[in-house]
Structure formats: C-alpha cells, structure tokens
C-alpha cells in the first residue's frame, strides 16, 4: 500500500525538542488531513487541507503547526509538545475535502513524547 | 455539529456468529455514512459505505443498513471468520464537511 505514505514510522522526542511529520499521498488527491489516534480519541481530527488551503482547525494546540506546500505533501511541525501528545498520527487524503469522500489513510507515526 | 456514537465498544463473537454494530449521528443533514476497519498495527480502510437514498447496501458478508427517521445505521458481518477482528469505525457527514468518526468498536472473533 503506497498511495499514502508517512515519515518516520516512530519517533521518540523531547518536550523542548522540535520535529516536524511528513506525509506524501500519489492519488492526485485535493485534500489531506491530520488526525490523532489515541486510546481516549479513536479518530481525532485535527486539520484539513484543501487545495492548500487550511480549511479546519479542529481547536488544535498551536504547538502542533501544519504546513502545505502542494496537494501531495503535508507536514506537521512539532515543538516542546507534553506526554499527553503522545499518540499515533494519521495522514489521510481524499478526492475532495467534502465528506462524501472515501479518505485514504497512511500508515501513521508513533509518537512518543519523553 | 454533528455527533456520532457507537456501541458497543467491544464486541465478541464466536467464529461463524453475526456481529452487528450500531451508530447513531445527531445532524438530520447527514447523507453519507461510511465504515472503516482498523486491524492490529495497520492503517483504517474503507470497507462499506452507504448514503442517504438507500436503506441498505451489502457486500459479500457485510451489510449496513441506514434508517433516516431514527438517525441510526447499523454494520452486519455474518459468518464471521478471525480474519475480521478488527476495530471498526462507522463515520457521518452531511457532504460539506469533513466526516466525524464515532469511536470505534474492538471485534474479536473467536475461533
């Protein structure tokens, strides 16, 4: 499964470091999403990006910082981030931002935070 | 906004049992109601989906069955096999915004 993929697979940071999550989607998707899975949250989400734009901020703490240079890279930039943030973060992209879209998840990043 | 609650949030069966999983949403505009399952370690994937103007839509072993009036829709696996041990998650949306996911039902099938 290679249409969405996700770096690095673990990471294991800090609370004063600084580290950024990268996700690549190949469908020729217009939307790409963060969402936070943890035991509390299943499925939390977190952004949304639509053609580059950020369309929804879910009331995310801003020491979770999204980037979207072009529909097929999404990044999420990290800093002196708390235990409770970690979790597995999951990258997903659809045909279209509306919900009426099946959405393609990567295969998320653990994230463990020290 | 919308709300989705699902029930139960474990649920065992024994191999070649049904197992039946239940949402209900909060928003009457919903129209699109997908499921996702989760297995160990891996990423969630689209396994059925059904949208407003049907009652119920089946693939080989699962169905899901909508009903509009009440706001509920249901996954129905029959003969279940280990292989479907998964977490699944049923998820709503009106069309216009993002799908908001329940919070996901642990199956465990036991051979």
């Known amino acids: 499964e290679t249409g969405v993929t996700q770096t690095p697979r673990h990471l294991v940071m800090g609370m004063t470091n600084k580290k950024s999550l990268k996700c690549e989607q190949h469908l020729g998707h217009n939307a790409m999403y963060w969402y936070k899975q943890s035991a509390k949250k299943p499925l939390e989400l977190m952004f949304v990006y639509n053609f580059k734009e950020q369309t929804e901020n879910n009331s995310v703490p801003s020491r979770f910082s999204p980037e979207c240079p072009n529909s097929s890279h999404l990044f999420l930039h990290l800093h002196t981030l708390q235990p409770e943030d970690s979790a597995l973060y999951l990258c997903?992209?659809?045909?279209?931002?509306?919900?009426?879209?099946?959405?393609?998840f990567g295969p998320g990043t653990r994230l463990t935070v020290t | 906004g919308e709300n989705v609650e699902q029930h139960p949030s474990t649920l065992s069966v024994q191999e070649g049992d049904s197992a039946v999983i239940k949402c209900t949403y909060s928003d009457s505009a919903s129209n699109y109601f997908p499921w996702y399952k989760q297995e160990l370690g891996k990423r969630p994937q689209l396994i059925i989906d059904i949208r407003s103007n049907v009652g119920e839509k089946k693939d080989q072993r699962i169905a899901v069955t909508l009903n509009k009036t009440a706001k509920h829709f249901s996954l129905h696996i029959t003969e279940t096999q280990p292989e479907d041990s998964a977490v699944y998650f049923c998820?709503?949306?009106?069309?216009?915004?993002?799908?908001?996911f329940g919070k996901g039902t642990r199956l465990s099938v036991i051979a």
């Open positions: 997903a992209s659809s045909q279209g931002q509306e919900g009426a879209y099946e959405q393609y």
């Open positions: 998820a709503a949306s009106e069309g216009n915004t993002p799908l908001v």
